[in-house]
């Protein structure tokens, strides 16, 4: 696992968060933040709002996916953190203040991949990365600009914001390098 942050220029980050955050950005109910994955007795799970960008089936399905990895300056960012070019999903996520307790730990897809976690607003509500047994290994607050890139294998969970409004993020999926 790797942490980096201000890799986004801070006016492109500023400019990321205005974008998503604003009134008329479409986002759309999911009831299950950790989706599909099993419940595990101790978690619960809050809904939350998510916009895709690129989905594993369909490709592209936002026009806004222009506009964001432009302001990421994707190219340049990719390698920095050494990612695949390779995005087999990219979504937004949402997070209202709900439930104080961790989302349920999960790992996005069963197959080989890395995952590249960007924060998008400053916010309370961290992310929670565990080892198999389910044991908490790290904690990561969010912070605009930052970017967690970790192997997709790792169980990880959201916590949903206590103190501010919303918690937002891009998660990627990607092909291993």
Not at 44 to 56: A, C, K, P, R, S
Not at 158 to 163: A, W
Request: glycine share 4%.
């Amino acid at each position: 696992m790797k942490i980096y942050d201000d890799l986004v220029k801070k006016q492109n980050a500023k400019q990321i968060e205005e974008f998503l955050l604003k009134e008329d950005f479409p986002w759309f109910y999911v009831k299950s933040s950790s989706g599909d994955s099993k419940k595990i007795k101790g978690f619960t799970d809050t809904v939350q709002f998510e916009h895709h960008f690129i989905t594993y089936k369909q490709g592209v399905t936002s026009q806004a996916i222009h506009y964001v990895m432009q302001m990421f300056d994707w190219d340049n960012l990719r390698e920095k953190v050494n990612v695949s070019e390779s995005v087999l999903r990219m979504k937004s996520n949402l997070l209202l203040q709900t439930q104080n307790t961790p989302n349920t730990p999960h790992i996005d897809y069963k197959f080989p991949h890395d995952v590249l976690l960007y924060y998008v607003n400053d916010s309370d509500g961290e992310t929670i990365f565990y080892d198999s047994e389910l044991n908490e290994i790290k904690k990561v607050n969010p912070k605009r600009g930052r970017i967690v890139v970790f192997d997709g294998s790792q169980y990880h969970s959201s916590t949903p914001p206590q103190k501010n409004k919303c918690r937002c993020v891009i998660n990627m999926n990607l092909s291993h390098t």
